[in-house]
């Protein structure tokens, strides 16, 4: 590895997002001397290629462009791995950016640390206008390395604000789902597992985009997703059987646990209460369902107990378990719409 840091940028068809997501990497010519961004072009149909090879020559040591066969996201990041050269790896959504000189002082910190297999950064959730929405920051004592499998705290962190050793990946044979989308999941709580040591940088680098029409949070995105969202949970299902009893015992899967359970009680309340009946797929929640009862029973249970309707208090899970068919929620919505504004 001759580099520090390895910046990993799945595209696809994001040439109206890729420029400003190239330009907040280009810092001092020292620090971009150990700086590697590769540029993960997924069978762009638009100009994403064109303008990644446009860097590619302008900052030869350092934009480095690999196009590929669609394979959707999880293929990006493998490709950037395996082709990776920092000592350090990192992933940027491309429709996403830096602050610029956040990053420069995180490369700066970076060149500086030294046995930790994960390093954490702020970030910040922003609109398209580059508006700040919400700052979001870590409890942690800053710059000072800390054992990461003896914190006993269920923190979330996204994958906007880790930074991971690359041999710490190559050494579990880290390799993320292809084929779906939302597999950023996995780049998050997988490799958290096998980090011992880790260190804060108080430094606020990503900037997440929200609300830009057609990424794959959008709800309505999100809502035709429901098998892609099932196969990445069962992926992590079978994932978590077989993790070793020590790391079991560890709070990285307490929150891998925790991650599975409030994604299954987000599974279920999408298909069942906000889906259109017209869209309600009964096989593929029924397929998750099966599964669901046969590995982990305990969260088919906890699923069974705990979720119900606000309004009209009916466990709509076991409702449809013993019917076979929705709770009327529609119905509801129109009666209560009536009710309420007399339409």
């Given at each position: 590895m001759d580099k520090l840091l390895t910046i990993v940028i799945p595209t696809y068809n994001m040439q109206d997002y890729l420029n400003r997501c190239l330009d907040s990497l280009v810092i001092e010519s020292s620090l971009m001397e150990q700086l590697e961004v590769l540029v993960v072009n997924d069978g762009s149909k638009d100009s994403s290629s064109t303008i990644a090879h446009?860097?590619?020559?302008?900052?030869?040591?350092?934009?480095?462009?690999?196009?590929?066969?669609?394979?959707?996201?999880?293929?990006?990041?493998?490709?950037?791995?395996?082709?990776?050269?920092?000592k350090y790896i990192k992933v940027l959504d491309a429709d996403d950016w830096f602050d610029t000189e956040e990053f420069a002082s995180f490369m700066q910190k970076l060149d500086g640390i030294n046995g930790v297999d994960m390093v954490l950064t702020d970030f910040q959730r922003v609109s398209n206008k580059g508006e700040v929405l919400e700052t979001c920051k870590f409890e942690l004592e800053y710059d000072t390395p800390f054992s990461f499998r003896q914190m006993n705290n269920m923190e979330y962190y996204a994958h906007h604000s880790i930074t991971y050793l690359t041999q710490l990946l190559r050494d579990i044979s880290y390799h993320q789902t292809e084929g779906i989308p939302y597999t950023d999941n996995e780049w998050m709580y997988f490799p958290q597992l096998y980090v011992n040591q880790a260190l804060y940088a108080n430094n606020n680098v990503y900037r997440y985009c929200i609300g830009r029409e057609g990424q794959t949070m959008d709800p309505q995105v999100k809502s035709r997703n429901g098998k892609h969202v099932i196969t990445l949970l069962m992926n992590m299902i079978s994932y978590a059987s077989i993790i070793t009893s020590d790391i079991k015992a560890g709070f990285s899967y307490k929150r891998l646990e925790s991650f599975i359970i409030h994604s299954s009680k987000g599974l279920y309340k999408d298909f069942l209460v906000n889906m259109d009946e017209g869209s309600f797929d009964a096989d593929t929640l029924r397929l998750y369902d099966n599964f669901l009862f046969k590995e982990r029973k305990d969260i088919y249970d906890i699923l069974d107990k705990e979720l119900r309707l606000k309004v009209v208090p009916v466990h709509y899970v076991r409702y449809w378990r013993k019917h076979g068919k929705r709770f009327p929620v529609d119905w509801f919505r129109e009666a209560y719409r009536s009710f309420r504004y007399g339409k």
């Open positions: 446009e860097y590619e020559a302008k900052f030869p040591g350092t934009f480095r462009v690999i196009d590929k066969e669609n394979g959707n996201y999880g293929s990006c990041v493998n490709r950037g791995l395996a082709e990776a050269k920092g």
